[in-house]
């Protein structure tokens, strides 16, 4: 087995996959930003879920938002609904594992708020049951989905904004999800901060 090589192909697939999301995904990220901006500019929120990996793309996506990404500015409000393991287990225990972001989405989602829903299949059956809350509370949703987008697709409407990698395995994908969220974030600073 030649180590050296399994390793290089890694880098060639990211990067194949990468450049495939360039061109797919560049238009839809800043229209993404641009909704993220105006719900902010509205005194709105985000919040954030997804499971495991895409779980802490979700924590990821909040931590720039509320410290900074590459640019100072004022903290911006974003909660990933992954991160309090006593609400978490709680709904998990006492309703189903299912519920356990469209529960905090109904609690504290508000209309106008924005949902940043991570699934790299686009089958996540909490991501899902999140997104359906985030569309009764009139949330716009924003999914970062992979493959053909799972039953996601199937649920997005009006809004909301699919994006989608182009990449069917679920380390390319969730490696294009790490940069959109970069790309995203640095979008909302260059709208918020150079007015562009």
Known sequence: MDLIARINQHFLDSMQAQEAARELLAAPTAVAAERVVAALMGDHKMLAC???ASAADAQHFAARMVSRFEKERPGLPAIALTTDTSVLSAIADDYDFDLVFSKQVRAIGQPGDVLLAFSPLGNSANVIEA???AHERQMTVIALTGADGGKITELLSGDDIQLNVP???AARIQEVHLLL?????DAIDCILLDGE
């Open 50 to 52: 997804g499971n495991g």
């Open 131 to 133: 997104i359906y809350a």
């Open 167 to 169: 990449a069917t395995r």
């Open 181 to 185: 969220i970069h790309s995203l974030c």
